[in-house]
């Protein structure tokens, strides 16, 4: 099952995240797109503060091209860096 979950997803990495996003909030916005399996922010984790970038994974191809491909991705008035991630891996 978790092998077929990794086939049919799709990974973006967005970096340049407002301190005060949490995975909820990731995953509101990119939802816009389509369906979203799973958003997180990756935080630091002696500190516990936002490292400023985080993953969004998407169950759909269509909702991942429509996210990677869009010019500009605005968020609390940060220019969002996103990036598909599955072709760094």
Known sequence: MAANVARNSYKLFVGNLPWTISGKELRTY???????????????????????????IFSQRDAYNSASNQNTHFLEGRVLNVQRANEHT
């Open 30 to 56: 990119f939802s816009r797109f389509g369906h979203v399996a799973n958003a997180e922010v990756v935080f630091d984790k002696q500190l516990g503060l936002s490292k400023y970038y985080g993953f969004v």
